[in-house]
């Protein structure tokens, strides 16, 4: 079973509007969550990152939280755009490990 | 360019052929990551090297599967008598050590 669960596994949304993805984690102890935007036919690219410590962080349009306590991250995109139209994944980092643990991604349609 | 490089982009094989996916890390990246990337699923751990030492090959999925990084910075993977299941998109990945990884496009292998 994958140790991280991503909600939707896709959306649509009208330009200009917001949306929040959810992503679910049972990996522990964890070193840092990222959320890596992904466009067709390019590798990912780190979005955000936040250390268990921390509760919410942004980057332009992008905010991601956190809560540790429920293992619970989102990723909320403010008056999307539509270059916001790429896969969003939810990675987790082992405390002390090198490997990553990827959700399988939320697909993000967005339609003027 | 200063980011991960990663060649061919795309690669067409028949099955039983042999194929070598080619990665040039970020300059002074001592750590090297290979991914294997299903069509709609986040990607999956297959290879990590420190310097020229492959630390850990646990996510290979079978012998066929052969990553090298002789001199420490180009990695090859290779696979060998493919199958049309090794069909996906490989990505490599770069690092500093215990640090952020940065990713390549990929390269996008279909096996007729």
């Known amino acids: 079973k994958n140790q991280v669960e991503q909600s939707p596994q896709s959306l649509i949304i009208l330009e200009g509007k917001n949306c929040t993805l959810q992503?679910?984690?049972?990996?522990?102890?964890?070193?840092?969550l990222r959320w890596y935007k992904q466009d067709t036919g390019r590798g990912p690219v780190s979005l955000t990152i936040m250390t268990f410590s921390e509760n919410t962080k942004s980057n332009g349009r992008y905010t991601a939280t956190l809560d540790a306590d429920t293992k619970q991250s989102s990723l909320h995109i403010t008056a999307s755009q539509l270059s916001d139209s790429a896969s969003y994944i939810c990675v987790v980092t082992l405390s002390n490990d090198y490997k990553l643990s990827f959700g399988a991604g939320t697909t993000v349609t967005v339609r003027a | 360019g200063a980011g991960v490089s990663q060649s061919p982009r795309y690669k067409v094989a028949k099955r039983g052929q042999d194929v070598a996916l080619r990665c040039d890390p970020i300059?002074?990246?001592?750590?090297l990551f290979w991914y294997q990337q299903a069509l709609g699923q986040g990607p999956e751990f297959l290879t990590y090297?420190?310097?020229?030492?492959?630390?850990?090959k646990s996510g290979l999925p079978s012998d066929r599967f052969f990553a090298e990084r002789p001199e420490g910075s180009v990695s090859t993977l290779k696979i060998q008598r493919t199958q049309q299941e090794d069909s996906a998109v490989y990505l490599c990945a770069s690092s500093l050590v215990g640090q952020g990884q940065h990713f390549g496009d990929g390269t996008r292998l279909s096996i007729l």
């Open positions: 992503c679910n984690y049972t990996v522990s102890p964890f070193s840092n």
């Open positions: 300059s002074g990246h001592v750590s």
């Open positions: 090297f420190q310097n020229e030492a492959q630390l850990d």
